[in-house]
């Protein structure tokens, strides 16, 4: 049986300070097949982006095994955090003074990058993402929607073998938010990547993932992770149907909301 992307298994936070202990990560097993787009969901503050350093290696872990790819084999395709994964946060955090191609093209540059194939790269991506013929426009000039798009592409220009999303849509206005679920399954769909896509919100959750894993409030624990049996392509009207609401109210029940 072939091993699965990621394996967590038991995996424990603590954060010292001062002399005092902080258990932000209590359990958390799950899981990862390559391809899949999983739904990281649970209440504000539960440690839901906790789990997401873990795995970007901006974090150690105090106890349980945590393993990505073949980490750690020191083989060529070994997974390197630094060079394998991909983020997008709640803001876009787009430097102002950088036109959108150039911003898209930073991690390119910080990686040493051949830039001539990169350039090829991130006008594709743009282009993926919708945002052709923005390429030489700077952030101020793009809705927040937008500026988030430009920052997925900017997640991909290296081509990462992992794409962690922390409540990437959380700010913007819910017409938008919609509207972006919507073309994250598109680009999620066009680029085969695996993603991590935390959320508190259980409908975008549902929407959104291939399986979903939720988390007890603080310290995380994990109540559940189950697929999410809907057809493709997704679409917004899924809301108002019995099969989506079957989901949201297994996830209530599991948060103690029902």
Known sequence: MTAPFIHLDGVKKVYRSRGQEFLAVSDVSLDVEMGELISLVGPSGCGKTTVLKILAGLHGHDGGTVQIGTEGTGGGNAFNPGRDVGMVFQQ??????????????????????????????????????????????????????????????????????????????????????????LELLRIWSESKKTIIFVTHSIQEAVLLGSRCAVLTSGPARMADNFAIDLPYPRTLDMKTQEGFGVYTRRIYKLLGME
């Open 92 to 181: 876009s955090l787009l430097l102002k003074w950088r036109k959108i191609i150039d911003n898209v093209l930073l991690p390119a540059e910080i990686l040493g990058l051949n830039m001539t194939e990169s350039r090829e790269r991130a006008r594709d991506l743009l282009a993926m993402v919708g945002l052709a013929g923005f390429e030489d426009s700077y952030p101020y000039e793009l809705s927040g929607g937008m500026q988030q798009r430009a920052a997925i592409a900017r997640a991909l220009i290296h081509d990462p073998k992992l794409i962690l999303m922390d409540e990437p849509f959380g700010a913007l206005d819910a017409l938008t938010r919609e509207k972006m679920n």
